[in-house]
Protein backbone atom coordinates (compact mmCIF):
# COMPACT_ATOMS: atom_id res chain seq x y z
CA UNK A 1 0.00 0.00 0.00
CA UNK A 2 2.69 2.41 1.04
CA UNK A 3 4.61 1.79 -2.08
CA UNK A 4 1.79 2.06 -3.95
CA UNK A 5 1.06 5.42 -2.66
CA UNK A 6 4.70 6.35 -3.39
CA UNK A 7 4.71 5.78 -7.25
CA UNK A 8 1.16 7.11 -7.47
CA UNK A 9 2.87 10.42 -6.06
CA UNK A 10 5.99 10.23 -7.84
CA UNK A 11 3.62 9.67 -11.23
CA UNK A 12 1.69 13.11 -10.01
CA UNK A 13 5.15 15.03 -9.33
CA UNK A 14 6.53 13.55 -12.77
CA UNK A 15 2.96 14.87 -14.51
CA UNK A 16 3.40 18.08 -12.87
CA UNK A 17 6.78 18.63 -13.47
CA UNK A 18 6.11 17.62 -17.58
CA UNK A 19 3.18 20.33 -17.50
CA UNK A 20 5.17 22.89 -16.16
CA UNK A 21 8.40 23.09 -18.54
CA UNK A 22 5.21 22.10 -21.70
CA UNK A 23 3.60 24.88 -20.01
CA UNK A 24 6.71 27.50 -19.78
CA UNK A 25 7.89 26.07 -23.08
CA UNK A 26 4.95 27.10 -25.04
CA UNK A 27 5.12 30.50 -24.12
CA UNK A 28 8.50 31.21 -25.23
CA UNK A 29 7.57 29.34 -28.68
CA UNK A 30 4.29 31.41 -29.04
CA UNK A 31 6.69 34.67 -28.11
CA UNK A 32 9.23 33.36 -31.07
CA UNK A 33 5.93 32.56 -33.17
CA UNK A 34 5.32 36.04 -32.68
CA UNK A 35 8.56 37.14 -34.50
CA UNK A 36 8.29 34.17 -37.28
CA UNK A 37 4.63 35.32 -38.32
CA UNK A 38 6.45 39.42 -38.73
CA UNK A 39 9.14 37.82 -40.87
CA UNK A 40 6.38 35.82 -43.01
CA UNK A 41 4.05 39.00 -43.22
CA UNK A 42 6.70 41.13 -44.20
CA UNK A 43 8.91 38.15 -46.75
CA UNK A 44 11.95 38.20 -44.30
CA UNK A 45 14.19 34.98 -44.97
CA UNK A 46 14.13 33.22 -41.18
CA UNK A 47 16.82 30.38 -41.39
CA UNK A 48 16.11 28.84 -37.83
CA UNK A 49 13.27 28.39 -34.89
CA UNK A 50 14.42 26.95 -31.96
CA UNK A 51 13.10 26.52 -28.33
CA UNK A 52 15.66 26.52 -26.54
CA UNK A 53 19.46 27.24 -26.71
CA UNK A 54 22.81 25.31 -27.16
CA UNK A 55 22.72 21.11 -28.54
CA UNK A 56 19.57 20.62 -30.69
CA UNK A 57 17.78 17.67 -29.66
CA UNK A 58 15.32 17.22 -32.42
CA UNK A 59 14.95 19.15 -35.43
CA UNK A 60 13.36 19.39 -39.10
CA UNK A 61 13.60 21.62 -41.79
CA UNK A 62 10.06 22.95 -43.15
CA UNK A 63 10.69 24.71 -46.28
CA UNK A 64 13.34 27.16 -45.61
CA UNK A 65 13.14 27.15 -41.95
CA UNK A 66 14.92 24.52 -39.81
CA UNK A 67 12.55 23.91 -36.43
CA UNK A 68 14.36 22.66 -33.26
CA UNK A 69 14.63 21.65 -29.83
CA UNK A 70 17.56 22.65 -28.33
CA UNK A 71 19.12 21.26 -24.70
CA UNK A 72 19.08 24.67 -22.78
CA UNK A 73 15.01 26.05 -21.86
CA UNK A 74 16.46 29.14 -21.25
CA UNK A 75 14.73 30.81 -24.07
CA UNK A 76 14.72 30.66 -27.57
CA UNK A 77 14.53 32.31 -30.78
CA UNK A 78 14.02 33.09 -34.48
CA UNK A 79 17.54 33.54 -36.78
CA UNK A 80 16.68 36.20 -38.85
CA UNK A 81 18.48 36.87 -42.16
CA UNK A 82 20.16 40.35 -42.04
CA UNK A 83 19.89 40.79 -38.52
CA UNK A 84 23.21 39.74 -36.18
CA UNK A 85 22.55 38.23 -32.69
CA UNK A 86 24.85 36.17 -30.95
CA UNK A 87 24.04 32.74 -29.68
CA UNK A 88 20.60 32.74 -32.49
CA UNK A 89 21.64 29.87 -34.94
CA UNK A 90 24.44 29.50 -36.96
CA UNK A 91 24.13 33.39 -38.34
CA UNK A 92 25.66 32.42 -42.20
CA UNK A 93 23.12 34.86 -43.54
CA UNK A 94 23.41 37.56 -40.55
CA UNK A 95 25.00 39.90 -43.09
CA UNK A 96 22.77 39.01 -46.22
CA UNK A 97 21.42 42.24 -47.81
CA UNK A 98 19.33 40.60 -50.67
CA UNK A 99 15.42 41.94 -50.64
CA UNK A 100 14.30 39.07 -48.24
CA UNK A 101 16.71 40.73 -45.74
CA UNK A 102 15.72 42.43 -42.95
CA UNK A 103 18.24 44.79 -43.04
CA UNK A 104 16.95 45.84 -46.02
CA UNK A 105 13.09 46.49 -44.76
CA UNK A 106 11.85 49.82 -43.75
CA UNK A 107 12.08 50.45 -39.77
CA UNK A 108 8.36 50.03 -39.05
CA UNK A 109 8.63 46.78 -40.30
CA UNK A 110 11.77 46.08 -38.62
CA UNK A 111 10.03 46.92 -35.02
CA UNK A 112 7.19 44.95 -35.49
CA UNK A 113 8.93 42.45 -36.45
CA UNK A 114 11.00 43.50 -32.84
CA UNK A 115 7.41 44.02 -31.42
CA UNK A 116 5.77 40.30 -32.50
CA UNK A 117 6.76 38.26 -29.84
CA UNK A 118 6.14 41.08 -27.21
CA UNK A 119 2.37 41.17 -28.77
CA UNK A 120 1.86 37.29 -28.93
CA UNK A 121 2.60 37.04 -25.19
CA UNK A 122 0.64 39.73 -24.24
CA UNK A 123 -2.31 38.96 -26.44
CA UNK A 124 -1.74 35.02 -25.07
CA UNK A 125 -2.24 37.03 -21.39
CA UNK A 126 -5.47 38.87 -22.60
CA UNK A 127 -6.81 35.57 -24.29
CA UNK A 128 -6.28 33.61 -21.37
CA UNK A 129 -7.64 35.82 -18.74
CA UNK A 130 -10.81 36.36 -21.22
CA UNK A 131 -11.07 32.32 -20.75
CA UNK A 132 -10.93 32.16 -17.14
CA UNK A 133 -13.51 34.82 -16.14
CA UNK A 134 -16.17 32.90 -18.73
CA UNK A 135 -15.70 29.55 -17.34
CA UNK A 136 -14.90 30.74 -13.72
CA UNK A 137 -11.86 32.46 -12.41
CA UNK A 138 -10.48 30.29 -9.45
CA UNK A 139 -9.77 30.91 -5.87
CA UNK A 140 -6.94 31.52 -5.63
CA UNK A 141 -3.72 34.20 -3.84
CA UNK A 142 -2.62 35.03 -7.31
CA UNK A 143 -5.79 37.27 -7.94
CA UNK A 144 -5.49 39.37 -4.42
CA UNK A 145 -7.21 41.70 -4.07
CA UNK A 146 -8.94 41.60 -7.12
CA UNK A 147 -11.07 37.99 -6.03
CA UNK A 148 -12.62 40.09 -2.65
CA UNK A 149 -14.75 42.36 -1.57
CA UNK A 150 -14.41 44.99 1.12
CA UNK A 151 -15.45 43.32 4.04
CA UNK A 152 -12.53 42.39 6.32
CA UNK A 153 -12.05 39.11 7.13
CA UNK A 154 -8.27 39.68 9.06
CA UNK A 155 -6.80 42.93 11.04
CA UNK A 156 -3.51 42.84 11.67
CA UNK A 157 -1.96 43.34 14.94
CA UNK A 158 -0.26 46.77 15.52
CA UNK A 159 -1.38 48.02 12.40
CA UNK A 160 -3.04 51.45 11.58
CA UNK A 161 -6.94 49.12 11.28
CA UNK A 162 -6.10 47.76 14.69
CA UNK A 163 -5.55 51.21 16.41
CA UNK A 164 -8.81 52.75 14.92
CA UNK A 165 -10.83 49.39 15.89
CA UNK A 166 -11.77 47.89 12.84
CA UNK A 167 -12.78 44.55 13.21
CA UNK A 168 -13.40 41.08 11.46
CA UNK A 169 -17.26 41.56 9.58
CA UNK A 170 -16.48 45.55 9.11
CA UNK A 171 -17.43 46.35 5.68
CA UNK A 172 -15.64 49.47 4.06
CA UNK A 173 -17.93 51.75 2.41
CA UNK A 174 -15.90 54.93 2.51
CA UNK A 175 -11.91 56.35 2.64
CA UNK A 176 -11.81 59.68 3.66
CA UNK A 177 -15.35 60.69 2.76
CA UNK A 178 -14.59 59.36 -0.69
CA UNK A 179 -17.49 56.46 -1.22
CA UNK A 180 -16.60 52.64 -2.58
CA UNK A 181 -18.79 51.14 -4.62
CA UNK A 182 -21.80 48.87 -2.76
CA UNK A 183 -21.73 46.00 -5.21
CA UNK A 184 -19.11 43.31 -4.07
CA UNK A 185 -17.37 43.69 -7.71
CA UNK A 186 -13.84 42.98 -7.71
CA UNK A 187 -12.69 46.64 -8.50
CA UNK A 188 -13.84 47.79 -4.73
CA UNK A 189 -10.60 46.77 -3.26
CA UNK A 190 -8.00 47.76 -5.77
CA UNK A 191 -10.66 51.05 -5.49
CA UNK A 192 -9.93 51.00 -1.74
CA UNK A 193 -5.97 50.80 -2.17
CA UNK A 194 -5.62 53.52 -4.51
CA UNK A 195 -7.33 56.14 -2.06
CA UNK A 196 -4.57 54.86 0.27
CA UNK A 197 -1.70 55.22 -0.95
CA UNK A 198 -1.43 59.05 -0.82
CA UNK A 199 -2.40 58.57 3.27
CA UNK A 200 0.52 57.22 4.17
CA UNK A 201 1.10 59.12 7.74
CA UNK A 202 -2.14 61.28 7.54
CA UNK A 203 -5.28 61.56 10.03
CA UNK A 204 -8.62 60.33 8.32
CA UNK A 205 -11.17 59.25 8.35
CA UNK A 206 -12.89 55.21 7.96
CA UNK A 207 -16.16 54.72 6.94
CA UNK A 208 -17.67 51.01 7.88
CA UNK A 209 -20.90 49.00 7.64
CA UNK A 210 -20.89 47.16 11.72
CA UNK A 211 -23.88 44.81 11.22
CA UNK A 212 -26.54 47.23 9.28
CA UNK A 213 -24.46 50.40 11.79
CA UNK A 214 -22.58 53.10 9.81
CA UNK A 215 -19.84 54.11 12.11
CA UNK A 216 -16.97 56.74 10.71
CA UNK A 217 -13.72 55.67 13.16
CA UNK A 218 -10.47 58.46 12.94
CA UNK A 219 -7.69 56.73 11.58
CA UNK A 220 -3.94 57.73 10.98
CA UNK A 221 -3.02 55.19 7.97
CA UNK A 222 0.12 53.34 8.19
CA UNK A 223 3.08 53.24 6.05
CA UNK A 224 5.81 55.62 4.70
CA UNK A 225 5.67 56.07 0.89
CA UNK A 226 2.39 54.22 0.49
CA UNK A 227 -0.59 54.11 2.98
CA UNK A 228 -1.11 50.66 4.44
CA UNK A 229 -4.91 50.01 6.29
CA UNK A 230 -3.78 46.72 7.88
CA UNK A 231 -6.02 44.36 6.98
CA UNK A 232 -6.89 40.98 4.86
CA UNK A 233 -9.79 41.50 2.54
CA UNK A 234 -12.75 38.25 2.28
CA UNK A 235 -12.07 36.11 -0.35
CA UNK A 236 -14.74 35.66 -3.05
CA UNK A 237 -15.67 32.92 -5.27
CA UNK A 238 -15.62 34.79 -8.85
CA UNK A 239 -18.90 34.43 -10.72
CA UNK A 240 -19.07 33.23 -14.49
CA UNK A 241 -19.16 36.53 -16.94
CA UNK A 242 -20.67 36.79 -20.55
CA UNK A 243 -18.19 37.13 -23.04
CA UNK A 244 -18.49 40.89 -23.50
CA UNK A 245 -18.11 41.34 -19.94
CA UNK A 246 -15.75 38.89 -19.81
CA UNK A 247 -13.70 40.79 -22.09
CA UNK A 248 -13.89 44.41 -20.07
CA UNK A 249 -12.88 42.68 -17.01
CA UNK A 250 -10.07 40.82 -18.41
CA UNK A 251 -8.88 44.08 -19.95
CA UNK A 252 -8.87 45.43 -16.25
CA UNK A 253 -7.31 42.80 -14.64
CA UNK A 254 -4.47 42.43 -17.46
CA UNK A 255 -3.67 45.88 -17.39
CA UNK A 256 -3.36 45.83 -13.86
CA UNK A 257 -1.01 42.65 -13.96
CA UNK A 258 0.83 44.76 -16.51
CA UNK A 259 1.61 47.54 -14.44
CA UNK A 260 2.41 45.94 -11.61
CA UNK A 261 4.85 43.91 -13.06
CA UNK A 262 6.14 46.59 -15.14
CA UNK A 263 6.96 48.63 -11.77
CA UNK A 264 8.26 45.57 -10.18
CA UNK A 265 10.89 45.68 -12.76
CA UNK A 266 10.82 49.28 -12.44
CA UNK A 267 12.38 48.60 -8.54
CA UNK A 268 14.88 46.32 -9.87
CA UNK A 269 16.86 49.02 -11.52
CA UNK A 270 15.88 51.77 -9.12
CA UNK A 271 17.04 50.11 -5.78
CA UNK A 272 19.31 47.42 -7.37
CA UNK A 273 17.67 44.84 -5.17
CA UNK A 274 16.93 41.49 -7.01
CA UNK A 275 16.46 39.57 -3.64
CA UNK A 276 12.46 39.14 -4.31
CA UNK A 277 12.91 38.19 -8.24
CA UNK A 278 12.33 34.46 -8.91
CA UNK A 279 14.65 32.98 -11.35
CA UNK A 280 14.10 29.76 -13.91
CA UNK A 281 13.87 27.20 -10.82
CA UNK A 282 11.52 29.22 -9.25
CA UNK A 283 9.18 29.74 -12.16
CA UNK A 284 9.21 26.33 -12.93
CA UNK A 285 8.13 25.36 -9.55
CA UNK A 286 5.43 27.62 -9.40
CA UNK A 287 4.51 26.75 -13.38
CA UNK A 288 4.28 22.54 -11.88
CA UNK A 289 2.45 23.83 -8.38
CA UNK A 290 0.13 25.39 -10.74
CA UNK A 291 -0.24 22.47 -12.64
CA UNK A 292 -0.93 20.22 -9.71
CA UNK A 293 -3.71 22.66 -8.49
CA UNK A 294 -6.08 22.34 -11.56
CA UNK A 295 -6.07 23.68 -15.03
CA UNK A 296 -7.68 27.07 -13.96
CA UNK A 297 -4.64 27.94 -11.71
CA UNK A 298 -2.14 26.55 -14.31
CA UNK A 299 -3.51 28.57 -17.13
CA UNK A 300 -3.48 31.97 -14.97
CA UNK A 301 -0.15 31.36 -13.85
CA UNK A 302 0.76 30.48 -17.27
CA UNK A 303 -0.66 34.43 -18.01
CA UNK A 304 1.24 36.09 -15.93
CA UNK A 305 4.58 34.63 -16.42
CA UNK A 306 3.53 35.57 -19.97
CA UNK A 307 3.01 39.38 -19.39
CA UNK A 308 6.57 38.82 -17.21
CA UNK A 309 8.38 37.15 -20.25
CA UNK A 310 6.84 40.51 -21.89
CA UNK A 311 7.82 43.25 -19.83
CA UNK A 312 10.91 41.61 -19.51
CA UNK A 313 11.83 41.65 -22.87
CA UNK A 314 11.06 45.64 -23.21
CA UNK A 315 14.27 45.85 -21.13
CA UNK A 316 16.57 47.78 -23.28
CA UNK A 317 19.49 44.92 -23.36
CA UNK A 318 21.01 43.63 -26.76
CA UNK A 319 20.25 39.73 -26.19
CA UNK A 320 16.31 40.88 -25.73
CA UNK A 321 14.04 42.53 -27.64
CA UNK A 322 14.32 45.93 -26.01
CA UNK A 323 17.74 45.89 -26.68
CA UNK A 324 17.03 45.26 -30.40
CA UNK A 325 14.34 47.94 -30.73
CA UNK A 326 16.92 50.71 -29.04
CA UNK A 327 19.23 49.91 -31.96
CA UNK A 328 17.07 50.21 -34.47
CA UNK A 329 15.60 53.40 -33.08
CA UNK A 330 19.43 54.40 -32.83
CA UNK A 331 20.09 53.54 -36.57
CA UNK A 332 16.89 55.24 -37.83
CA UNK A 333 18.58 58.29 -36.43
CA UNK A 334 21.82 58.62 -37.38
CA UNK A 335 20.98 57.23 -40.52
CA UNK A 336 23.60 54.08 -40.61
CA UNK A 337 24.21 50.96 -39.28
CA UNK A 338 25.69 50.33 -36.04
CA UNK A 339 29.15 49.09 -36.25
CA UNK A 340 29.10 44.96 -36.13
CA UNK A 341 32.06 45.08 -33.52
CA UNK A 342 30.39 47.42 -31.37
CA UNK A 343 26.96 45.38 -31.50
CA UNK A 344 29.43 42.28 -30.75
CA UNK A 345 31.13 43.49 -27.59
CA UNK A 346 27.75 44.58 -26.68
CA UNK A 347 26.12 41.39 -27.00
CA UNK A 348 29.08 39.36 -25.22
CA UNK A 349 28.86 42.16 -22.28
CA UNK A 350 24.97 41.70 -21.68
CA UNK A 351 25.35 37.65 -22.37
CA UNK A 352 27.97 37.50 -19.19
CA UNK A 353 25.73 39.47 -17.17
CA UNK A 354 23.07 37.55 -18.10
CA UNK A 355 24.31 34.72 -16.78
CA UNK A 356 25.69 35.60 -14.03
CA UNK A 357 22.05 37.06 -13.14
CA UNK A 358 20.65 33.35 -14.10
CA UNK A 359 23.15 31.54 -11.98
CA UNK A 360 22.60 34.05 -8.76
CA UNK A 361 18.93 33.80 -8.95
CA UNK A 362 19.02 30.06 -9.46
CA UNK A 363 21.24 29.69 -6.36
CA UNK A 364 18.71 31.51 -4.70
CA UNK A 365 15.77 29.59 -5.60
CA UNK A 366 17.46 26.28 -5.09
CA UNK A 367 17.78 28.03 -1.24
CA UNK A 368 14.16 28.28 -1.25
CA UNK A 369 13.20 24.69 -2.17
CA UNK A 370 15.34 23.02 -0.11
CA UNK A 371 15.78 24.95 3.36
CA UNK A 372 12.43 24.04 4.06
CA UNK A 373 13.19 20.27 3.65
CA UNK A 374 16.77 21.00 5.34
CA UNK A 375 15.27 22.72 8.24
CA UNK A 376 12.43 19.06 8.75
CA UNK A 377 15.56 17.35 8.83
CA UNK A 378 17.45 19.34 11.44
CA UNK A 379 13.96 18.65 13.66
CA UNK A 380 13.85 15.16 12.79
CA UNK A 381 17.32 14.27 13.94
CA UNK A 382 16.80 16.56 17.17
CA UNK A 383 19.49 18.96 16.15
CA UNK A 384 17.53 22.09 16.92
Given at each position: MILARAVSLLSQKLLFSIAGILGIGFLIGFHELGHFLFCK???????????GFGPKLFKKKIGETEFALSAIPLGGYVEIAGSAEMGQGGQEQAHAQDEQSFANKPFYQKLLVMLGGIMFNLAF???????????????????????????????????????????????????ANQKIAEADDYNNVPTIIRLLKPLAGQQTTITVDRQGVEKELPITIGGTDTGVLGVV??????????????????????????????????????????????????????????????????LLILAIISINLAILNLIPLPILDGGQILFLIIEAIIRRPLPIKVKEYIHIASWLMILALFVYLSYNDLLKIVSPYFKKLITYLGWN
Open positions: LFNIRTPSFSIAYAAVVLLFMVGMPKTAFLYPFNTRPIVAEVVKDSAAEKAQLLAGDRIIAIFDVIDMPKYSFVDSIKKALNLTNAYIAATAKAYKNIFVKRDVSNMGGPLAVMAVTMKGAGEGFSIY
